[in-house]
């Protein structure tokens, strides 16, 4: 502590904005559920207590399209010298989300890097919170030759670039009303078990229009048409300390806001794991009439977005539980000057650059 008033400062708080992953839960993930082919698969087995990973899965056209997008579009790595080290405790490089997605890739194909060499990577374009979603293009040194486009990231953004998925009879068909309701039904179905879920799809690129050595500056002009492969889910399990903590701090009259680029339905899951919704408490989307007024609400950052300071500031001062999901890092610090501007104290939790 540098200054003695930040200590007085903290001792005055009167509420809490705390990021969701890696602070209200472990930060510690394992890939849960897959979908592809319309069909519900579970990547997890229990025993003893612990997970492990399933027996691996038999080939299919749709397992193999979502398992390449899996291992190639990633950024993360297995640090040197672990091969004789069971594949779920090797140490990684990279994001939580990634390395769990690795490990499980791993424990399907065997050799990542192997199979990584098989598509060299010739262009890379990050996740960051604004786009929701991480691209990269690679050779197909194997197959057909030519590039292929493999993105990864928000199931409603991937989805909106795709025209085509593959079916439970291996063949490419084209997305219809159908597959929309299943695919919403999913989604919602993983994420109300609080399991971050993401989206995959790949395309493969007109080797005439994109020879080899073609340079892939203007990627936005790719996505559509995309051939959606495919949904995995992970989960986060909540930190044990933390509803003890939330009870603690509404005893004291601190009130607990999450702030947190997870998708709404996934925020609320874990905000009622850990408490900051309260047990029989309804938010604004479930209230049916004869309930009165809701105590709980959860903002889409799109609704942020077109919402005045005025507005910000009537929901921090009406609802006494709050979630906000799929929120951008400038969007966090709305919230806090809201909470300062109606005369609260602010602590800002989370382990995030941008927290």
Not at 107 to 120: K, L, V
Not at 136 to 163: F, T, W, Y
Not at 215 to 232: A, E, M, P, S, W
Request: aromatic residues 8%; charged residues 25%; contains cysteine.
């Amino acid at each position: 502590v540098r200054k003695l008033e930040a200590v007085e400062t903290l001792g005055s708080t009167s509420v809490i904005c705390s990021d969701k992953t890696g602070t209200l839960t472990e930060n510690r993930m394992t890939v849960a559920h897959l979908w592809y082919g319309r069909q519900i698969h579970d990547a997890t087995r229990a025993d003893n207590g612990d997970i492990f990973m399933a027996a691996r899965r038999p080939a299919s056209k749709g397992w193999e399209a979502l398992a390449r997008v899996m291992g190639l579009c990633s950024r993360a790595v297995f640090r040197e010298n672990q091969d004789h080290i069971a594949v779920k405790d090797r140490l990684c490089n990279g994001d939580a989300s990634e390395m769990a997605l690795l490990k499980y890739f791993e424990s399907e194909y065997g050799n990542t890097e192997a199979f990584r060499n098989q598509y060299p990577k010739i262009y890379e374009d990050p996740f960051n919170a604004f786009k929701q979603y991480q691209l990269s293009i690679h050779e197909q040194a194997v197959d057909r030759g030519g590039h292929i486009l493999m993105i990864k990231g928000a199931p409603e953004k991937i989805i909106d670039k795709c025209s085509t998925f593959i079916n439970a009879n291996e063949e490419e068909v084209q997305i219809d009303g159908g597959f929309i309701a299943s695919f919403n039904e999913i989604h919602a179905r993983l994420a109300n078990k609080g399991e971050r879920v993401f989206g995959f799809a790949h395309k493969f690129l007109d080797p005439v229009e994109f020879p080899e050595g073609c340079d892939f500056v203007r990627t936005d002009r790719l996505l559509y048409n995309l051939c959606f492969v495919g949904l995995v889910s992970l989960t986060d399990p909540p930190r044990a300390t933390v509803p003890v903590a939330v009870s603690s701090c509404r005893r004291a009259g601190i009130k607990v806001i999450m702030m947190t680029g997870d998708h709404p339905i996934t925020a609320k899951a874990i905000g009622r794991a850990v408490g900051i919704i309260s047990p029989g408490v309804r938010t604004t989307d479930e209230v049916v009439p004869g309930d009165g007024d809701p105590q709980a609400i959860v903002v889409h950052g799109t609704d942020l977005a077109g919402m005045k300071d005025y507005d910000i500031d009537a929901i921090l001062q009406n609802y006494p539980e709050i979630i906000f999901a799929r929120i951008l890092p400038e969007q966090k610090l709305r919230i806090v000057e809201g909470c300062q501007r109606v005369g609260w104290v602010v602590a800002v939790t989370g382990d995030g650059v941008n927290d």
